[in-house]
């Protein structure tokens, strides 16, 4: 499942839960109703995290919980192109030596 549509209904069933319109949410977190209703549609994959802040605060659960559990255990995020996500490598760099 991708990101944004993982997301998108987490919002939805807490949003729901805590008995709130979009409108509502908007209004609480200080976010457009044109934000609030691309990020539930799953039209917008990549909210700030003063988004995700404002959205929690307007939900009444700590951001982390919009984000908590979207995958289960092992499976990998995929990315804007339907492919999985690989974990980034570090690159080997050079080390400066002291003068």
């Not at 944004?4 to 200080?30: D, Y």
């Not at 691309?38 to 700030?48: C, H, I, S, Y």
């Not at 959205?55 to 951001?63: D, K, N, Q, T």
């Amino acid at each position: 499942m991708k990101l944004a549509k993982a997301l998108s209904q987490r919002i939805k069933q807490l949003r729901e839960a805590a008995g709130l319109s979009q409108q509502e949410v908007a209004m609480r977190g200080e976010l457009s109703l044109s934000l609030v209703a691309k990020l539930e549609q799953g039209k917008k994959a990549d909210p700030r995290a003063s988004t995700l802040l404002a959205l929690g605060r307007a939900l009444g659960v700590r951001p982390g919980e919009l984000l908590d559990d979207l995958f289960p255990p092992g499976a990998k995020p995929e990315s804007k192109d339907g492919e999985a996500k690989e974990p980034r490598k570090k690159k080997a760099g050079k080390k400066k030596k002291k003068a």
